[in-house]
């Protein structure tokens, strides 16, 4: 799964499997790269445990011989064709006639999703997407002129259910979800699109705090009622922990933002406590906020504390919780839903999400309608189904 590069271990690992010399790797003939064969050449061993074990490791995840190479590595909800993937990469980017420069991170990423995408096609069911930074850039909204409408629109009219999810909350504000995909519901509207298409479009709000759909007769959003898809475990969330983890979350945030000589602005809200930023500053201050908060807060709870790029964040619950209960109410399996975000670092709040579905780590919203038209592609050849342009 593509979310397994954010171990340095494992990166190597996947460059070994890739780029390994042919001593080691004959599912590769006819690639050679002397330069990166010879830095290769003693991972050898390592290569032949993953290559060897993949089969292993998707039986059995937490006891496989790959799960102790890469003790960071979650759980492969497809098999994914590696070496397929970079020959298909390598016929663009000559990655195997370089002498001197080894892949890159990007690189790596890019080979793991088109492996994720062509594994993924075959029986979707469910794609999400972050918002910020993977369907528009961050701070703005999905306006009329926003490619991913007509991705989208081709994408439940292919069967296959699509859904947003994201930090932001506005509890008993369905105006202001609203807002943020206005351009999209516009097309709905302007397409006259019926229910039965409409109706698979989901928004999960607050990372897994509320879920919006569309009115079949307005083409507004509204509020799913919670006891309709969260699962009990949800339902059972007392008012008094979640005051009493925001309440904690408060004070590590403005500590910590104080430690770090930040100037910050408070943000709390019913289910979510943050600090912004007043005065310019650094990515990696943000990080040292997010990561202190992630080790020193306790809850009974379940919680995600991020950057969000541009302000510090913790939120009751986290993705894996929401999107887990939305595969519920849909009655989806791991395999048949794929999760695409920009966020998958430590301090990402698209990471939980590997612990329940694959995904694809884009790093823009260009990045996102590319894999998106990838995978419209192979479902249109698998079900011979027409794109709509």
């Known amino acids: 799964r593509c979310c397994c590069v954010g171990s340095a271990l494992l990166a190597l690992m996947l460059s070994a499997i890739l780029l390994a010399p042919c001593t080691a790797f004959h599912a590769l003939p006819g690639l050679h ?40 590595v979650g759980s492969f909800f497809t098999p994914l064709r590696l070496a397929d993937a970079f020959r298909e990469y390598d016929a663009f980017f000559h990655l195997s006639r370089r002498k001197y420069i080894p892949p890159n991170f990007a690189e790596l990423r890019h080979i ?13 069911r469910l794609i999400t997407f972050d918002a910020d930074g993977t369907l528009y850039a961050d701070g703005h909204h999905i306006e009329q002129d926003n490619e991913m409408i007509e991705l989208f629109v ?34 709905f509207s302007k397409y006259r699109l019926p229910a039965t298409i409409t109706n698979r479009f989901h928004l999960m709000g607050g990372e897994c705090n509320y879920l919006l759909r569309v009115n079949a007769h307005s083409k507004h959003l509204e509020f799913v009622p919670d006891e309709e898809w969260m699962t009990p475990e949800m339902l059972a969330w007392d008012d008094h ?21 930040m100037p910050v602005q408070l943000i709390r809200k019913t289910r979510s406590v943050g600090v912004v930023p007043t005065q310019p500053t ?42 887990d209960a939305l ?28 612990d ?4 694809v780590w884009v790093a823009n919203p260009e990045e996102t309608g590319f894999f998106v038209k990838m995978l419209l592609k192979d479902i249109r050849s698998r079900k011979n189904m027409p794109y709509i342009e």
């Open 241 to 261: 922990d979640i005051k009493e983890l925001l309440d904690d979350a408060q004070v590590q945030l403005l500590e910590g933002a104080s430690r770090l000589c």
């Open 327 to 354: 595969m519920r109410h849909l009655d989806c399996y791991p395999f048949e839903v794929l999760h695409v975000g920009d966020r998958f670092s430590d301090t990402g709040n698209d990471t939980a999400t590997r």
């Open 33 to 72: 790269c002397p330069a990166l064969g010879h830095m290769m050449r003693p991972h050898h061993v390592l290569y032949h445990c993953a290559h060897c074990g993949l089969q292993e490791h998707r039986s059995d995840p937490r006891h496989s011989k790959l799960k102790r190479i890469a003790p960071t």
């Open 154 to 187: 081709t994408l439940m009219k292919s069967n296959i259910d699509v859904g947003i999810v994201t930090a932001a909350g506005y509890p008993g504000e369905a105006s202001k979800f609203e807002s943020r995909i206005q351009g999209l519901l516009a097309a």
């Open 112 to 124: 793991l999703n088109i492996a994720q995408i062509h594994a993924s096609a075959e029986a979707l």
């Open 356 to 359: 329940c579905c694959s995904i």
């Open 282 to 323: 650094i990515y990696e201050v943000l990080e040292e906020l997010a990561i202190s908060v992630q080790q020193n807060l306790i809850s009974k709870l379940p919680f995600c504390a991020f950057n969000g790029g541009n302000d510090v964040f913790v939120d009751v619950g986290n993705k894996s919780i929401g999107l």
